[in-house]
């Protein structure tokens, strides 16, 4: 199986930067598309970024674009978030998840088979 845990979380103003580490277990990392979601009080689970398993092709929200950057470092077995130009409205809980087989729906949480426990971005004005 395969394991993810976030870390880099906290509380930043806004205007400022985060970046959120998710490190993996497993016998073929290399092999997962990775992507990042967030959940905020009140609100639904949330697409934020999301990479290939090649690291060649990424894909962003909208409200997200220009700001984030998504990457990863296969020999480390390890992804990244690089969050910049904070707004509270970015705040929430951030997961990782990977998905094991395919390329398409990215941006749909429930094409993921692995989940991380969250990491907690607090925003404020």
């Known amino acids: 199986q395969v394991q993810l845990v976030e870390s880099g979380g906290g509380l930043v103003q806004a205007g400022g930067s985060l970046r959120l580490s998710c490190a993996t277990s497993?016998?073929?990392?290399?092999?997962?598309?990775m992507g990042w979601f967030r959940q905020a009080p009140g609100k639904e689970r949330e697409f934020v970024a999301a990479?290939?398993?090649?690291?060649?092709?990424?894909y962003y929200a909208d409200s997200v674009k220009g700001r984030f950057t998504i990457s990863r470092d296969n020999p480390k077995n390890t992804a990244y978030l690089q969050m910049n130009s904070l707004k509270p409205e970015d705040t929430a809980v951030y997961y990782c998840?990977?998905?094991?087989?395919?390329?398409?729906?990215?941006?749909?949480?429930?094409?993921?088979?692995?989940w991380g426990q969250g990491t907690q971005v607090t925003v404020s004005s």
């Open positions: 998840a990977a998905k094991g087989f395919g390329s398409s729906g990215l941006d749909k949480g429930n094409q993921y088979n692995y």
């Open positions: 497993g016998r073929t990392f290399s092999s997962y598309a």
């Open positions: 990479i290939s398993w090649s690291g060649a092709r990424s």
